[in-house]
């Protein structure tokens, strides 16, 4: 597949190796699995650089002989040399080598040899001043990456130049990879981009299976549902190199968070534990792993968790509980999944509409959703959601949106519905010029209403197209 985007990633990295011309310069990547960051790594990359994947499997002595392999390949080092120790092999990078050096899985070297951080210190300290060497870090467990070089304590400390958090495409990136694959209908790119979000890796996964032309639903049931599915291990595959025998309660934890279990009580009760049992791990699901975050209501107010992967949030939403039935693939469960996937899909909408509304560019300072209590004429307590919540501090303007998934939506149903729900956000509610938009697959009707804007898929996929250009 060709490399999609990442153009702004691009021109810093190599801005980075045009610096590395006057003075040594180390850079950091981190991110997800299957975010792309090896890919763009390689984009990067010449024949005369060098690459070396840290994999935590190998012993220290194995991983060593592998790097002098590639040392002597590419004539470094010679055939008669012997790399004895890690020492003896940064000595021979910093000591020969021009170019780019870029270490995969960094943090592996906390399993496979620790002593590395300190002697890579040691040579990026003597060697400050060395023209012509650029050096990448990339990493998957971000917190881990993020402690090695912001770490007081850690020997690297201190130790980069320039940091890259790599995120997920864009949906209108994603939109433009569809396009490569033949994937022409904006219907099933929101559906693809509801279960795979903006990783590179699932994209090529359909270009590899030559699935492009199938159609949402043998897609499906190619990568998830038929017997020997090519993704019905990827949950596990990604976990297990994160968590290791540890997983147990991580995997508890994120299948209460897509069930809806959305704060630390709720987890706690949906897994019959005391809170304070849960507090290490989900803090590193936040910090450590980043598998999740906190979201807030945009205007303020106590934040719930949500799966930041949207594989792994599809795959514990519906596989994890069920998963000998899905072994076994069972009718029953592959049906009702399937049922509940519409109504999956137009949670998923909400993302594809809020970056559609942040590219449009009207004004607004924060965009994202909402979500308050209040209380019934009977003194009951209900809690009020709106899909998009846009603000703009200054001006003191407020834009309220609801997204359906759906054909022939009525707008003016939905119209007095979201004012309904707007009574209740309390946001600078005397001073504040309210505006309104309303997304769908399509609508009945296209109203006019003062402040109203509505926005069909044909709406999105031209300003989406547009923005990939």
């Known amino acids: 597949m060709k490399f999609i985007d990442r153009t702004e990633e691009v021109r810093y990295l190599k801005e980075a190796a045009e610096l590395s011309q006057s003075k040594l310069f180390t850079v950091s990547i981190t991110g997800l699995r299957r975010v792309g960051k090896t890919r763009l790594i390689l984009e990067l990359l010449s024949k005369a650089d060098l690459y070396f994947f840290v994999n935590k499997d190998k012993e220290s002595t194995s991983l060593l002989q592998e790097y002098s392999g590639i040392l002597k390949t590419r004539k470094i080092l010679t055939e008669l040399e012997v790399l004895t120790d890690w020492d003896a092999f940064f000595r021979i990078l910093f000591e020969r080598l ?28 003597l060697n400050e001043n060395k023209t012509g060497l650029f050096i990448i870090f990339s990493g998957s467990t971000v917190g881990l990456m993020k402690k090695l070089f912001s770490d007081s304590k850690q020997p690297l400390y201190g130790r980069l130049k320039r ?123 936040i910090n450590l792993f980043e598998f999740v975050s906190v979201e807030k209501p945009v205007t303020g107010g106590k934040g719930v968790f949500v799966i930041n992967h949207p594989l792994l949030n599809f795959w514990f939403r519906f596989f994890y509980k069920n998963i000998s039935s899905y072994k076994r693939r069972e009718k029953p469960l592959i049906n009702k999944i399937k049922d509940n996937m519409n109504a999956y899909i137009g949670l998923r909408f909400e993302g594809v509409c809020q970056e559609f509304l942040e590219n449009q560019k009207l004004g607004f300072d924060k965009t994202g959703r909402w979500w308050g209590a209040y209380r019934d004429i009977e003194g009951d307590r209900k809690v009020a959601e709106i899909d998009i919540v846009s603000i703009n501090e200054q001006t003191k303007e407020i834009l309220f949106a609801e997204c359906k998934w759906q054909d022939r939506v009525d707008a003016k149903k939905i119209l007095a519905q979201l004012k309904g729900k707007v009574e209740y956000v309390e946001w600078h509610k005397d001073k504040r010029k309210e505006r309104y938009a309303i997304f769908a697959k399509s609508f009945k009707e296209k109203i006019k209403e003062p402040d109203l804007r509505l926005f069909d898929l044909k709406d999105i996929e031209m300003a989406m197209k547009f923005m990939g250009v």
Request: proline share 2%; hydrophobic share 40%.
């Open 163 to 285: 940091k890259m958090p790599l995120k997920p495409l864009k949906f209108c990136d994603t939109l433009e990879v569809c396009n490569t694959l033949r994937i022409n209908n904006i219907e099933d790119a929101v559906r693809l981009y509801a279960i795979f979000g903006g990783f590179p890796k699932y994209y090529v996964t359909l270009e590899d299976e030559q699935l492009g032309c199938a159609g949402f639903e043998k897609i499906m049931d190619r990568l998830f549902f038929d017997e020997n599915a090519v993704l019905e291990d990827e949950a596990n595959q990604i976990l297990s190199l994160e968590f290791g025998k540890r997983s147990g309660i991580y995997y508890d934890i994120l299948a209460a968070i897509a069930s809806g279990n959305t704060r630390i009580s709720e987890v706690a009760s949906f897994l019959r534990k005391k809170e304070t049992a849960l507090t290490r791990q989900m803090n590193e699901l």
């Open 98 to 125: 021009e170019g780019i050096v870029a270490f995969d899985e960094f943090q592996n070297f906390v399993a496979v040899d620790r002593s590395v951080y300190g002697i890579l210190q040691k040579y990026i300290d």
